[in-house]
């Protein structure tokens, strides 16, 4: 079981993408985003393996929500700084997690 203490290290944030451009050096079809985390985390990249699912013109202005405090990881030349959460939904793609109503961005899930 995990503990409670556990669950508040996890920093869940709610933002908006700004940019999406296709990620053609990854091993598998992703996307390169960033993600605007409001004023106290600002914008931040992530590759996100949503293609089959998303057209990339469906992006921008889409709210998600992240983990904001892994630590960065290299993906190819691109430096991912978060990572956009979905479940793998029954046809295989990543449905994507996001408020089901507009909130502000940064705003931490808990």
């Known amino acids: 079981m995990l503990a409670w ?3 508040e290290k996890v920093e869940m944030r709610v933002g908006t993408i700004t940019e999406a451009r296709p990620f053609p050096e ?15 985390l600002g914008l931040r990249k992530s590759s996100a393996q949503i293609t089959d699912l998303y057209p990339i013109a469906t992006l921008v202005g ?5 983990v904001v ?6 993906i190819a030349h691109f430096m991912s700084e978060c990572l956009v959460l979905g ?3 029954q046809a295989g ?4 997690l996001h408020p089901d109503q507009p909130v502000e961005n ?4 808990g």
């Open 5 to 7: 203490e556990d669950f």
């Open 26 to 40: 990854a091993r598998r079809p992703a996307y390169q985003l960033w993600i605007d985390f409001g004023p106290e």
């Open 62 to 66: 889409r709210q998600v929500v992240a």
């Open 69 to 74: 405090n892994f630590p960065p990881k290299q």
């Open 87 to 89: 479940v793998v939904g």
């Open 93 to 96: 793609g990543v449905v994507l």
């Open 106 to 109: 940064g705003q931490r899930i």
